[in-house]
Structure formats: C-alpha cells, structure tokens
C-alpha cells in the first residue's frame, strides 16, 4: 500500500534528521576525545618539564655547594638555598601531575626520600672550609645518591615517555577521525536530503497531474450537475416538459435518467390534477347556484306562510317554521364553508404592501361586536404578503373568539413576533377556553364544541385557517386551558 506525501516526507525528515544526529554523535564523540587527548599530551609534556627542571635544580644545588667549596664564592651559597625551594616546587608540582598513575606516585615517594638525604647531606657542607680536598670528599660521598636521583627521574621520564606515545597516537587518530566524520555526516545529509529532494519532486510532480485530471472531471461534472439544477430550477417554476440528454454510464447519468422519469410523472400528475382541481371549482359552482337555488325557494315558502297566514299559524306552528328556517340557514352555512373550503389555497395570490395593523382594525370592525375590545400592545409589522388571506385568517380567528365567548364583552389581544423568516402572530381571548383534549380536534372538518344544531356553528372555519396557513409553509397551534381563555399561534412567511 502506497503511503501518502505527507507521510513520504515526514519519513524522510525523520530519516534524515537520524543520520544528522547520529552522525553529529559521531562527531562530538571524536572531537572530544581528541580535545582529552591533547590535554593529555600537554599534561605529559608538563610531567617531561617538571622532571627535567628537577633533575636540572638537584644538579645545580651540588654544583653550587662545589662552586662555593672550590672557589670560596659565597654567593654560591646564596644561590644554593634559592634552589632548595623551587626543587620542593618541583617535586610537588610532579605530584599533583601524576596523581592519577600510581606507579608514578611510588617513584615519586622514593625519589623524596632520596632529595631530603642529598640536602641534608649538602647541607653539611657550607660549615667546611672550602678547599679541592673537600670538593673531591663531596663529590665522592654525593655519588651514589646522585645516581639513585638520576635514575629514578629517568625512570618516571621513560614512562612518561612511554604515556607521550600512546596519547600521541590516539590523538593522531582522532585528529583523523573528527574531519572525516564531519565530512560524512555532511556528505550523508546532502545524500538524503538530494534524495528527500527527488522523491518530493516526484511526488508533487504526480499530485499536480492528479490534480489537473481531478479538475477536468470536477469540470464535467460540475457541467453536468448545472444541467440537472437548469432542470430542477424548471421544475420548480412548474414546467414538467424538460429533459436531460445525458447518456453517461455513471452516477449522474443515472440520475439523470431518473429525473426524466420523475418530470414526465410529474407533469402527467399535475395535468391530471389541475383537471380534478377544474372538475372541483365546476362542482363547487354547481353546489353554490344548483343548491342554493332550491334551498332560497324552501326560504321564500316559509316566509310567504308567515306573512300570509298570519293568525292563522298555531305557536306550535310558529315554533316548527322558526326550526326549519334555522335548519335552512345552518344548511346554507356548511354549503358556503364547504365551497370556501375546496377554494381556500388555490386563489390566485395578490402580492401587495400590507399593514397588518389597520388591517386588524378594519377586521374587527367587521366580526368583533363594539362590546369587546381589540387591543394590540406590540406593534403589527407592514410587509408584502396576499392580503385576502391574512385577512380570511385574522377574520376566522377574532371572529370565533368574539362568538365563542361566554360573556357579551371581552378583551382580544393580537400580537406579533419577528422569528427570522416568518412573523409569529398570536390572537388571545380571555372566554372559556378550551380542554387540552380538543386541541387537535377543533381544526378537524365539522368538528364543533358546540351543539351541532347551534347555526352559527358549521365546524368549518378553523380548517379553512389551517389549510390556508399550511398552504403558505406556515403552522398553527393552540395554547388553552378549560376557563383561562385560548391563544391562536401561527406563522406567516415574510
């Protein structure tokens, strides 16, 4: 499985950061081992000078003591003291250099020992009277201490000798080491980074021709995909007649071909539903004249008896007209809530300016009796919508809250919410409300709380509002309790 770009890279950073690292381990390694070595080489060159300055200041002391015993020059004396010191420097100065090599400090100890006697015996000698006798007695008691002395000084000087070899070499091979590790952790780094280099190229090089060919698809695609938003743009501005030709074996192709089927199917049902929807306004003409035509004539008998028969009519009989006359008028009721209810929707929509404010007013005057009061504590916006409609809900509404109410006079309170894209209108009456149980069914056709022989009550005009609200997106929902009055809810687009 091919890895990704990023994950070739950072691969390849982590690869290369490694060897760098390793490599300037490497080198860190040789460079400090070859600054130990030097400090080593210069710490055995120290040792070399302080024994050779030893072996120099142990000679000079004899030959100041000979100086002065052979010469009678007591300066030699003066100089012979001046070296004691700077002998005890020496020596102590070896001790600190070679603390760290035991045999040396052994040799060391010994050569003390033997540097005390030699002073002490050439401290004997400033007492004598100087003469040739007495250097040739010093120089043939001296002697054997004075070989002890130089043989062991030679001794520590061969090893150091020995020690000088040994550093030079691991220092002269470290002095290699350190340029040539350098010079492969350079020449390395470059390697990887020349490599990490190509592989990128290569990689980008393949992405941007993946990309082109990505683009050209994206183009087809996209060509195609605004052929099926033309088609869709069409459907929805109700023309079914549009067709996709696109013949592509592929997804789109596919849904293209469902799109025909779905727009030929379309525009069959809608055919098919606009001539139900002509049949309907023909039945709703004919319910409107041919039954209503019958139904004025029953009227018109019943007023003809009443006012040509006068005192004639028995209070029983009176009571039986004034029973069928209501009869005939709730009749005529659900006849023109029936024919407003097939037409509620399907009206041609007016657009105008419409102020909701006055057209509340203009309202109540119409349904409200003047012994309520309307009232409006927030102010109604003004806004571009169908005015018949609104006004066919708001008069539905105020108008059963007036006539539904258990008091001759009440309050109605009609207030308005902006919630974005729609307007939320609230119509609240202070009657007897209604049952949380009856909440639903009062939008149902010929559902009535009332008795159903009551002729103001049809149980139409709740339905007409829920079908003239949905039709336009909106909702409608009831807020009530039994006794605490009842809220009206809907929405209305902008």
Known sequence: MGLKLNTKIILGFIIAVGVLLLTSAVSWYSIQQLAYYTQRVEHTYQVLQGTANLRTHMRDAQSHIRSYLLLNDTSALTSFRRVLPESEADYQLLRSFTFDNPSQQDRLDTLHRTMEAEIAYLNQWPQRTPSNEAVRELVRGDQNRQQQLRSLLNRIHSEEQVLLRERRKQQDFFENTTPAAIMVSAVLAAIIVLWLFRKITKEVRANEELQQELARSNDAVARRIHIIEALANKVVEGDYSVKITDQEQDSLGNLATALNRMTQTLDTSFTALENRNRELDQFAYVASHDLKAPLRGVVTVVKWIEDELPHELS????????????????????????????????????????????????VSELVVPPTFRVATPTPLPTFLTDRLSLQQVFTNLMGNAAKYHNRPDGLITVTCQD????????????????APQFHQKIFLMFQTLRDRHTAESTGIGLSIVK???????????????????????FTWPK
């Open 315 to 362: 209070p029983q009989m009176r009571q039986y007209l004034d029973m069928m006359k209501g009869r005939l008028h709730r009749l005529e009721d659900l006849i023109n809530g029936l024919l407003a209810y097939a037409r509620a929707g399907r009206t041609e929509q007016q657009l105008e300016e419409v102020s909701v404010q006055q057209l509340v007013q203009e």
């Open 419 to 434: 919630i974005g894209e729609c307007y939320e209108f609230r119509v609240q009456d202070d009657g007897p409300g209604i």
């Open 467 to 489: 079908r003239i609200i949905e039709e336009k997106k909106g909702t409608i929902h009831l807020e009530s309790a039994e006794g605490a009055g009842a809220s009206f809810i």
